[in-house]
């Protein structure tokens, strides 16, 4: 009779594992993943994962492996590397991706006015971001026209160096679930501020003289624990990397601050890229700036702010963002002070992707159409 039932049990736990080790197979990914360059071969780090939902879920790694954690089931997914094509994927059995790079083209300026020394730039941005644990899901898209202007020669007028919003909108959808009630929302929200992480785009960017004299096509200053800052040489255009967690281990800062007033914070990533386009160009700064990215990733941590958001668990922010130069014209200082003082009109109900500027994913596309449509637009 004991032996019976140990047997029973034997095959019991048998028939479990089996169930399990089918249930892993179809939530995660059976095959590496390499996300390459189409001409080169090179990996392709820091992409940008989308899920099926439009969700922006994860990065490939340093070798430009999709994450093993990507479930089977976020497919077709989409990659997206500013500079490159944006690209969709349909199944986890493909082994190597390739992405082909695309061009941008600044407008062309011609200065014959040693006065005309303020920089204005209207850019278009693009901001993806998520809020998510086990039971909640918010995904957040929002676009802007932007404009700066900048001092690029000696000038009594400061002019302005952050983003200021000249239009925006930005979709919303959420999914909460609780106890067996699972809602979901659509909503448009217009106007408002840029989130406070904003590109530097004054920053002084100093190419290695390596790349600067065509020595080499690619440079890498190395942190504590992985590679710092890295210039690539690609086509026209300069390629500026910087990973601004490079000097902790495992890409992991926690602000010990925090943790008295039980707000555990761990930031896993804040990686930045700039393109500059380098024909008839030496170095690379803001007046050859043609796009910009940013990754940037929290886990939000303790009980005060489980509590204010009554919460139970770790949740995890994702923003990917991305900002492509538009327009462009050199001003005197009594222009800039005029356009400061009125800023273009700028009335967009529904955002049209500039020329030449890839498209955002399916999936956010649709997530546009299903805002409009629920409010009657």
């Not at 920089?119 to 898209?141: G, H, P």
């Not at 100093?206 to 890498?220: F, M, Q, R």
């Not at 910087?242 to 990533?269: C, E, R, S, V």
């Not at 170095?283 to 796009?291: D, F, K, P, Q």
Request: proline content about 5%; some cysteine; glycine content about 4%.
């Amino acid at each position: 009779m004991k032996s019976h039932f140990t047997n029973q049990n034997q095959l019991i736990i048998s028939k479990l594992l089996i169930f399990v080790l089918l249930i892993a197979s179809f939530f995660t990914l059976k095959a590496e993943i390499k996300v390459t360059d189409a001409k080169t071969g090179q990996p392709l780090p820091k992409a940008s994962i989308f899920d099926k939902n439009g969700v922006f879920i994860a990065v490939t790694n340093d070798e430009g492996i999709v994450p093993q954690n990507v479930a089977a089931s976020s497919f077709p997914i989409n990659i997206r590397y500013v500079g490159y094509v944006p690209l969709k994927l349909l199944s986890p059995d493909i082994e190597i991706v390739t992405m082909e790079e695309t061009s941008y083209t600044l407008p062309e300026v011609v200065v014959d006015d040693v006065s005309r020394n303020i920089l204005y730039l209207q850019a278009y941005v693009r901001e993806y971001a998520t809020a998510e644990n086990s039971k909640d899901t918010l995904a957040i898209f929002k676009e802007q026209l932007v404009d700066y202007a900048i001092p690029v020669g000696k000038a009594k007028f400061k002019g302005w160096k952050k983003p200021r919003v000249l239009s925006q909108q930005e979709y919303e959808y959420k999914k909460i679930e609780k106890k067996d009630i699972s809602i979901d929302t659509l909503l448009l929200n217009e106007g408002g501020k840029m989130r406070s992480t904003n590109f530097n785009i004054t920053q002084k960017f100093k190419l290695p003289e390596s790349i600067l004299s065509g020595d080499s096509t690619e440079y890498v200053k190395y942190g504590k624990h992985y590679p710092e800052e890295k210039w690539n040489v690609r086509g026209n255009y300069y390629i500026y990397e910087n990973d601004k967690l490079a000097d902790y281990k495992d890409h992991n800062f926690q602000p010990g601050i925090l943790k008295i007033l039980g707000m555990t914070m761990a930031q896993t990533m804040c990686d930045y890229k700039y393109i500059f386009e380098k024909e008839g160009k030496k170095g690379a700064n803001v007046e050859n700036l043609v796009a910009a990215s940013e990754n940037f990733d929290l886990i939000m941590k303790g009980k005060t702010f489980k509590k204010a958001t009554e919460q139970d668990e770790d949740t995890k922010l994702a923003f990917f963002t991305e900002m492509y130069v538009i327009d462009r014209a050199y001003l005197t200082a009594d222009e800039a002070k005029e356009l400061k003082k009125d800023a273009p009109v700028v009335e967009i109900t529904n955002f049209q992707v500039p020329s030449g500027i890839p498209a955002p994913p399916e999936e956010v596309v649709n997530l546009k159409a299903a805002v409009l449509e629920s409010i009657g637009k």
